[in-house]
């Protein structure tokens, strides 16, 4: 149970797996503002850099899942790193199904609300894991504005317009789920920028070092096609968002 070998190449040098900087990150726990001994639940939790920094600046304690053995590996080594070892856990997983065993004050879902087979979904198994109180975090891709066409909708990772919503959709949606939305930091087309062109130099380091592995030539493809289709479409249509969310 891992991670299709193409994801971890294209993010091997990524710390942050969404187009979140470390600047938001840091903007979005000094807005939450959590008190020390906070406990929080990340599921799908990458290199487990929210765990890591929030825990130094914040004093926080938590656990990590996620599928990926190579980035739980860099989410331990950060862990050490930042000398937070000893508040932090990571666990090989899948997150689709876990729930914590004791509630947490912060459940959350960066960028991978799949697992829950969408926005409702995983809102349903965050909740799951929360105390009464608490808070949830759900990242979350939106239309910057509407696609004009399917070219443009799948130059947006997108099979159908309908696999995301405009950013005011996407807030009653939250509400309708029973939520209030109590914070959100979004990224920018600079952070969309740093998190896709950080994936086409770890491609060319990687081809560079593997010109005879079996997946070089698809990498080798997306290398060539991605630049463009990012700055054609992903850029211009496509937007992203963390939402802080309490239950009503």
């Keep these: 149970m891992d991670l299709p070998r193409s994801f ?26 959590p008190p020390p001994g906070t406990r929080l639940l990340d599921l799908c939790c990458g290199s487990g850099e929210l765990l ?3 825990a130094r600046d914040h004093r926080i304690t938590g656990t990590g899942v996620d599928i990926s053995t190579v980035f739980l590996a860099k989410a331990r080594a950060r862990a050490i790193e930042l000398g937070v070892a000893g508040q932090v856990t990571f666990t ?8 914590a065993d004791d509630p947490v004050d912060i459940a959350s879902c960066v ?35 509407e696609p004009p066409d399917q070219a443009t909708v799948e130059g947006c990772h997108a099979t159908s317009e309908d696999d995301f919503r405009l950013l005011p ?13 109590v914070e959100m930091v979004l990224a920018d087309q600079d952070s969309w920028d740093r998190y896709v062109a950080a994936q086409w130099l770890n491609i060319r380091r990687w081809l560079e070092a593997h010109p005879d592995d079996e997946l070089a030539e698809q990498m080798r493809a997306e290398l060539t096609a991605a630049p463009v289709l990012h700055a054609r479409y992903q850029r211009e249509y496509l ?7 309490m239950n009503r």
Excluded: Y
């Design 8 to 33: 971890v190449i294209r993010e091997s040098g990524h710390r942050i797996h969404n187009p979140l900087t470390s600047r938001k990150l840091a903007d979005l726990g000094e807005a939450l503002n």
């Design 52 to 54: 890591c920094t929030w």
């Design 92 to 99: 090989h997983g899948d997150a689709s199904d876990h729930v």
């Design 111 to 145: 960028g991978a609300t799949w697992i829950g087979g969408g926005v409702a979904g995983t809102v349903d198994l965050l909740r799951r894991s929360l105390r009464p109180g608490g808070m949830i975090l759900i990242g979350e891709p939106f239309w910057r504005r």
């Design 169 to 181: 959709e996407l807030l009653e949606q939250f509400g309708e789920l029973g939520c209030d939305v």
């Design 239 to 245: 937007g992203w968002g963390v939402f802080a969310l």
